[in-house]
């Protein structure tokens, strides 16, 4: 026979209960004891004269009144602890990115604990730093991002500075901003608002955002939102990387974002729906110099992921984005168009294209064990044509802490066809990293990775991370 274990809640009022009516007997106990030694000490002065003051007997009753005092001393002191263990009633402030099994886009479980919110004049905020060291093998470099410069010798950079800020204006409505102080090239600094949102929380089962949001393509995007010290890795998955750092998939927008519960009872099915526009520039990841100016048009992001009662943690879900793009390539330095010859794949310059991305993802978060796991088809149909390209990508992670250690191993697939314009630069990338993050404390961790990634018709390119990062 099975027995439901009672709630938080219902832990709390048997606690205070049980506590009362301690309270009310050891009480009881005072008054009990007060008369006793009112009683005693009456009854022994009268018997005193009665026997002539017998001097042996006053000093007995003098020992038991002592005794008494004692031991209401100590019946005080109990009342005491009692009180001093009872708990504190239980708030969850809001995380500044979005866990994997929360049905709420702004909750979210990270790899370490997250330090309590700083309250300024009602604006709650936390900060996140990290310092950087990286070194590659190869002299051809590809694109620094984050304040790196590749080549052949390593560099320290300061990668990014986030600031999240919220504010609650309603019972139902609040501001978030997520602001990004991002290292670029000579040691400058460029400010990204990776999010500004207006939020409104009907209830469970229907949340607005109102602004610039990360798109919720797949888990990755979703649940990280911004800051390396959330995560377990010293970067991002390439798929997940953020595009204006190289990454391949439409990761900001501006326009609403909607999720909620769906009823289904211990199942847990959530949705998603977005409705906006984006405006993709990404670098070419060859190193080549140039900018993909993608032009995208309105985009809409349909999913819907479960996280059954039975198994905590658990998360399995997918997605579909769909937009039309263009394939203009800029040039770095001064942005202006530079002309790309695309004949092989019946386009121009500024030919668009349809693009369509399905997510698949199974992720399981709990306690000490993470395990992420994620596949994509990236479609490009150009309009007016038969043509089309679909690229494959994919990538898992797994990480078990130790005390304070976390070991983690990552393997990444992308494979791109050459005669895809849009991602001509990426090409067939494959390979495993392997490291390691210690939390030194609650806001400080150190990270120390290794990569290897095989890449079509170029030289394997291997490289060492090392990363410190902070929450505060």
């Known amino acids: 026979m099975l027995f439901a274990l009672p709630a938080e809640s219902q ?52 020992q038991q009144v002592k005794e008494l005092q004692q031991h209401d001393r100590e019946m005080q002191e109990h009342i005491q602890q009692l009180e001093a263990k009872q708990p504190p009633a239980a708030t969850e402030p809001e995380s500044p990115s979005t866990p994997g099994a929360a049905p ?16 300024l004049h009602g604006i709650q905020w936390r900060g996140f730093a990290e310092v950087n060291y990286k070194i590659l093998d190869q002299k051809t470099p590809e694109t620094g991002t984050y304040g790196f410069v590749p080549g052949s010798a390593g560099n320290f950079y300061t990668g990014d500075f ?5 504010s609650k204006l309603t019972d139902k409505t609040s501001v978030l901003a997520d602001i990004d102080f991002e290292e670029t090239d000579a040691q400058g600094f460029a400010v990204d608002a990776r999010r500004i949102l207006i939020k409104y929380d009907a209830d469970d089962s229907l949340r607005f955002s109102f602004g610039r949001y ?42 609403v974002s909607v999720t909620g ?9 959530n949705y998603i729906a977005e409705y906006g526009s984006a405006d993709t520039i990404r670098p070419d990841i060859n190193g080549d110099g140039l900018l993909n100016d993608e032009n995208n048009g309105n985009h809409v992001n349909l999913g819907i992921f479960l996280t059954p009662d039975w198994l905590h943690g658990l998360r399995i879900g997918g997605s579909v984005y769909h937009d039309h793009i263009s394939d203009l390539l800029l040039n770095g330095d001064d942005d202006e168009p530079v002309a790309v010859s695309t004949a092989e794949a019946g386009g121009s310059p500024t030919a668009r294209w349809g693009q369509t991305i399905v997510n698949g993802h199974v992720v399981y978060v709990s306690g000490r064990t993470e395990f992420l796991s994620e596949g994509f088809l990236i479609r490009h149909a150009l309009i007016g044509s038969s043509d089309v390209f679909d690229t494959p990508a994919f990538y898992a992670q797994f990480s078990k802490k130790f005390k304070a250690i976390r070991p983690f191993v990552r393997y990444q697939y ?5 005669r895809n314009v849009i991602f001509d630069d990426v090409g067939l990338r494959y390979g495993p990293s392997f490291g390691a993050r210690y939390d030194l404390n609650d806001s400080l961790s150190f990270k120390a990775q290794l990569d290897h990634t095989a890449r079509r018709g170029l030289p394997n390119l291997n490289g060492l991370q090392l990363e410190l990062a902070a929450a505060f």
């Open 261 to 269: 519960k769906i009823p289904s009872g211990r199942l847990g099915l």
């Open 104 to 119: 709420a886009p702004e909750k979210q479980s990270a790899p370490a604990s997250i330090p309590s919110m700083h309250d």
């Open 162 to 166: 986030d600031l999240f800020l919220t």
């Open 11 to 62: 832990w709390s009022e048997c606690f205070r209960r049980e506590e009362s009516f301690v309270r009310r007997n050891v009480l009881g106990m005072f008054c009990c004891t007060r008369a006793v030694l009112v009683c005693l000490m009456i009854s022994g002065v009268g018997w005193s004269q009665e026997t002539s003051g017998d001097k042996e007997t006053i000093e007995s009753l003098e």
């Open 414 to 418: 992308v494979n791109a066809s050459p």
């Open 214 to 255: 990360q798109t919720s393509i797949g888990y990755y995007n979703w649940a990280f939102r911004s800051a390396a010290w959330l995560q377990t890795t010293a970067d991002r998955p390439l798929v997940m990387e953020f595009a204006k750092n190289g990454g391949i998939l439409p990761t900001q927008a501006i326009g």
